[in-house]
């Protein structure tokens, strides 16, 4: 048997079937690039969700983690540490919110957005005791914790998991009427991802977040933006609520936040927001560590100094074009942002996942998103020499006999 499978099958015997990853068994990355365990080289189009967009091991961030773990990882916030400070500085310079909230994953990064959403809806607004609400969309997502399950709308994420947390209440994606409808007097906040990415990259109509901030002002409700995958230059701004100019109230980020090396995220408010939390009232033992900040600053330094945002608007455009003219019987659109791109494959031509796997073939790495949807999200460092290269063979992979299907 070949290197590959015996990894896999080892990898298959022991750990849980939670995942049906392409069968490819990757051992170095640099940039773009990723080599399996046989030396064969693939360009990576989907950059972990956009936990990659500096690239893979980029020199500065691998610099910034080798230099901080040779001095001090881990204190727990029961101590100040020297690295947590300057991350969160240039956190709140980048996004321009007065305070940041340091966590780890984008799921617990949702959790402290609705609980800080809840607090202030008791403390500040004055919601009666357990009352709040939180309005989300359909098609939504936001993480993998019970209390996120529990509000999505794909049915397998949920089979077998509640019974889920009370107080979500969930309206069409993309729709004002609807979110101006489903607001109460118990409303607390709307909780909603500017761009919907493992939803199939379903972008909204122009000026929905505007709209929603407009609303959530008028009614006093704080607006949760998610961008956690679409933030950090990958739609082609710093932030995809600045397409629309509003980045909310409580701006959730992590993914591309670690610089893919490391788990960092973060929720950013205002004061008259981020105030309601005490020493006591939430937290975490890893959020804010010294080498989560230290990689933390890093990335984001990578991501203002080398102009991503403009980069992934550029060469976003030009090659979300360039796929449209394909000329292929089962794509039947192409839609995105920046380098945020889906392929959407028509229903009679079967699911896009075989597509992928003949992707792989080719030594691209994609994968597939809702279904019907070849997700193209590459590290923002990508060039147009290299995105370039990859057309010819996406011609082929859609063409009419380049598949079974
Ligand atoms: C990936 C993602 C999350 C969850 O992040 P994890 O780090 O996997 O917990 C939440 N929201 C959005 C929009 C995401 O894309």
Known sequence: M??????????DQYSASNYGP?????????????WDVDGRRYLDMLAAYSAVNQGHRHPGIIQALHDQASRLTLTSRAFHNDQMGPFLKLLCEVTGFDRALPMNTGAEAVETALKVARKWGYKIKGVADDQAEIIVCENNFHGRTTTIVGFSSEAQYRDGFGPFTPGFRTIPYGNVEALEAAITERTVAFLVEPVQGEGGIVIPPDGYMTRCQEICRSN??????????????RTGKMFCGDWDGSRGDVLIVGKALGGGVYPVSA???????????????????????????AVGKAALE??????????????????ANELRSIDS???DHVRGRGLMIGIVIKNESGPARPFCEALMEKGILCNDTHHQVIRISPPLVITREILEETLPH???VTAGAGLAV
């Open 2 to 11: 070949s290197r590959t499978g015996e990894i896999i099958r080892e990898a």
């Open 22 to 34: 392409l069968p490819v068994v990757l051992d170095r990355g640099e940039g773009c690039f990723v």
């Open 220 to 233: 006093s409700v704080l607006l949760l933006n998610d961008e956690i995958q679409t933030g950090l230059g």
């Open 267 to 293: 929720i950013l408010a205002n004061d008259d927001v981020m105030r309601v939390f005490h020493p006591g009232d939430h937290g975490s033992t890893f959020g804010g560590n010294p080498l989560g900040a």
């Open 302 to 319: 990578v991501i203002v100094n080398e102009e991503l945002p403009a980069r992934s608007l550029e060469l976003g455009e030009w090659f």
């Open 329 to 331: 019987p089962h794509i």
């Open 394 to 396: 996406i011609a082929e």
